[in-house]
């Protein structure tokens, strides 16, 4: 089933700040059903996937988090727990010197017959110089890291699609843009790591060495370079993100690979980067004043209600961001390549026909057999067949 309404969407493409934002809200107005079950199915999963990945961590790493647990507790053998305890009465350094001479010298020598004893009285903190205890912690973190990036990567793809299947004048489907994102979810999860990796080697040449030689070597002239460093991050920083706004739209709809998204992209937005650079900064001061108002006037309400004024927040906050980019995106196509709705169509997977008027003139014949001198039209305007 498809819709005509949509054609309006290609006949005045968004050419300006004010255009975009018309546009933004008038996909969320008719399509804010979809949008947002997608929108509340990525927070249900981020959730649940929160709550799995820290029963895993119970699991796998129960044994160091209950060794640091006890450090925290005063006891005979916790170093933290005992020194505040010594303070808090009185005991002076020579008094705690002699009690830990009678109380320890057996460990000390022997260890007391703890395999985790250190030397120092406190055998918990043993556990936290092995390197199995470094790599656990390593293994837990990255697989933090993947399983949240991985649920991020798929409803990346669903949004795209399921906005590219409204551009193409389909009824837009969650579960059939979840499909997509699943299927897409590697390609758009290996796009996102290569970016992390850039802005990673970024903040290390141009954030982390310039202050570490600031810090090391103070100086007037180090501290102009920290600076310069800085801005030029940060000029790089706004640079990316302008030319890869259609790079997660171009792998969904498109099938590009990673490395094609990444190209294309920039050979997509490159003529558009100050539409682009003002849509966007735009839409970040709007967002924030926007945000601050809901915020002072939901913390004036009851805990409850406030809680479910905030959820609601993020839930439309994570289906406008999506829709901006998928926005600019199809305005740049269309203004630039004259993309079709059919030719989205077709992109994404639907079968779509649309006749045209089809002019007769001097060609079609009357039911008499004779030709009409007047132009005859059979006008078949927006038929649409799946």
């Known amino acids: 089933m498809f819709s005509s309404s949509t054609r309006a969407l290609y006949e005045e493409p968004p050419?300006?700040?004010?255009?975009?934002?018309?546009?933004?809200f008038q996909l969320l107005r008719m399509h804010w059903r979809p949008l947002l079950s997608l929108s509340a199915l990525q927070f249900g999963m981020l959730f649940v996937t929160g709550i799995v990945l820290f029963l895993v961590t119970l699991v796998v790493a129960g044994t160091y988090i209950t060794s640091v647990a006890a450090l925290?507790?005063?006891?005979?053998?916790?170093?933290?727990?005992?020194?505040?305890?010594?303070?808090s009465v009185g005991i002076s350094g020579a008094s705690r010197l002699l009690q830990s001479y009678y109380e320890y010298k057996d460990d000390y020598y022997t260890g007391g017959g703890d395999t985790?004893?250190?030397?120092?009285?406190?055998?918990?903190?043993?556990?936290?110089l092995t390197a199995t205890f470094i790599v656990t912690i390593l293994l837990i973190a990255v697989l933090w890291v993947v399983a949240f990036s991985l649920v991020i990567s798929i409803f990346a793809g669903s949004f795209s699609h399921?906005?590219?299947e409204i551009?193409?004048?389909g009824i837009p489907c969650p579960t059939r843009s979840f499909a997509k994102g699943m299927e897409r979810k590697w390609a758009v999860y290996c796009y996102q790591l290569f970016i992390s990796l850039i802005i990673t080697?970024?903040?290390?040449?141009?954030?982390?060495?310039?202050?570490?030689?600031?810090?090391?070597?103070?100086?007037?002239?180090?501290m102009v370079i920290m600076i310069i460093s800085i801005l030029i991050f940060i000029v790089l920083i706004v640079l990316l993100g302008v030319f890869m706004t259609a790079s997660i739209p171009s792998i969904v709809v498109e099938n590009k690979s990673p490395i094609q998204g990444f190209k294309r992209s920039y050979q997509l937005c490159k003529n558009f980067v100050g539409f682009i650079f003002?849509?966007?900064?735009?839409f970040q001061i709007v967002l924030v004043i926007v945000s601050i108002l809901i915020n002072m006037i939901l913390d004036d309400l009851p805990a409850f209600f406030g809680l479910i004024g905030h959820l609601v927040v993020n839930l439309a906050l994570g289906t406008i961001g999506p829709v901006l980019q998928f926005?600019?995106?199809?305005?740049?196509?269309i203004r630039s390549e004259n993309v079709t709705q059919e030719t989205l169509a077709a992109e994404i997977g639907l079968d779509l026909l649309i006749a045209e008027a089809v002019n007769l003139h001097d060609s079609s014949l009357v039911s008499d057999g004779s030709k009409n001198d007047s132009s005859a039209y059979q006008k078949v305007t927006n038929a649409e067949v799946v």
């Open 327 to 333: 926005v600019l995106y199809m305005s740049m196509r």
């Open 116 to 128: 985790n004893y250190t030397g120092d009285g406190n055998p918990d903190t043993a556990v936290f």
């Open 167 to 169: 551009y193409a004048g």
């Open 201 to 222: 080697g970024a903040v290390a040449l141009f954030v982390a060495l310039p202050s570490a030689l600031e810090i090391t070597h103070p100086s007037v002239a180090d």
């Open 278 to 282: 003002c849509s966007q900064i735009c």
């Open 162 to 164: 399921v906005l590219a």
């Open 72 to 87: 925290m507790q005063p006891g005979t053998y916790s170093t933290i727990g005992r020194h505040l305890i010594d303070h």
């Open 15 to 24: 050419q300006g700040v004010i255009q975009v934002f018309q546009q933004l």
